[in-house]
């Protein structure tokens, strides 16, 4: 039996602009301010699904991520700890492209995941957002969540016709998500934002302290054995690499299921201006594009 393999995705990115007033003020260090850290538990689900939670330190979900099937999609929801819908991770049957879309988007919009054609082997995605960056802030990150009035964003619609991109690792087609019937792009409005470039990326850099080390025990054990496995940050181009978010998997030879630990930086969080569920849509979205790719890498192999 042929797997089909994971492909990459084909860009195309709205403009982002956060409705927070500009102001100036002195700029802080960015690697400065605490991380907030989330364990990642996935269970199975029925018909061969599963369900991944976040938990915050006192064990309570404060994330979870489900999957639907439409006739054209795979549709994974990122719920809050409210179960309110927040983002929604998108994939074609046919065809590959990796796109996020929100209730808080304008109609037609989404963000999609580029290619990085210097990343190895073919893992490392690209997306980039328009926002007015403030500097001091204070953390977006409550206990029960993503806090629906932290940071309070509107969004401006980008062209989502999708640019020709050099072809990325197991492309196959190069398709564009559909647009929700009736539902028409617009062209951005036009403030005058900054451009972040971000920058998922496989693997921790040789000098990265692991958050979620502990003494010696079977799980750790394991990690000599695991190479990078799961383990993956999205950096902050523009600002020298700056890590916004990391994920770092513990493997166990007693699950086959992914967990881990998912921290993300509440001050960058913060001055950038996307909610905290965005940050958590980015990771879970690329976690299941490392998970398929391992799927299809195990599978190849036992051919």
């Not at 995605?125 to 629906?148: C, H, I, M, N, Q």
């Not at 523009?238 to 881990?260: I, K, N, P, W």
């Not at 849509?281 to 190849?300: H, I, N, Q, S, W």
């Amino acid at each position: 039996m042929t797997t089909s393999p994971p492909l990459s995705p084909t860009p195309a990115s709205p403009t982002i602009v956060s409705s927070l007033p500009h102001q100036h003020h002195p700029r802080p260090p960015l690697e400065e301010g605490p991380r907030r850290s989330y364990r990642l538990e996935t269970t199975e689900a029925l018909e061969g699904g599963k369900i991944v939670r976040l938990l915050d330190e006192k064990g309570r979900a404060v994330w979870e991520k489900t999957r639907d099937l439409t006739d054209e999609e795979i549709v994974d929801t990122i719920f809050d700890g409210t179960r309110h819908p927040r983002w929604t991770i998108h994939r074609p049957i046919r065809g590959w492209y990796l796109v996020l879309r929100s209730p808080s988007l304008p109609p037609g919009s989404y963000i999609s995941f580029k290619p990085n054609p210097s990343s190895a082997e073919g893992s490392g995605f690209t997306f980039a957002l328009r926002s007015v960056l403030e500097y001091p802030v204070t953390s977006p990150l409550s206990e029960k969540g993503d806090d629906l009035d932290a940071v309070r964003l509107t969004f401006s619609a980008g062209d989502n016709t999708p640019t020709p991109t050099s072809a990325p690792t197991f492309s196959e087609a190069q398709d564009h998500p559909p647009a929700p019937a009736g539902e028409k792009s617009e062209k951005p409005i036009a403030p005058s934002p900054t451009t972040s470039h971000f920058k998922l990326q496989h693997g921790l850099p040789a000098h990265t302290h692991r958050a979620s080390s502990r003494p010696f025990s079977l799980s750790s054990f394991t990690h000599l054995f695991a190479g990078r496995g799961k383990t993956f940050s999205c950096v902050w181009e523009d600002e020298q690499g700056a890590e916004v978010l990391r994920f770092e998997e513990d493997v166990s030879l007693l699950s086959t299921t992914t967990r881990g630990h998912l921290l993300l930086h509440e001050h960058l969080v913060g001055i950038i201006g996307m909610e905290p569920s965005f940050w958590i849509a980015v990771a879970l979205a690329y976690l299941e594009f490392l998970e398929d790719r391992e799927a299809y890498g195990a599978a190849k192999g036992g051919d």
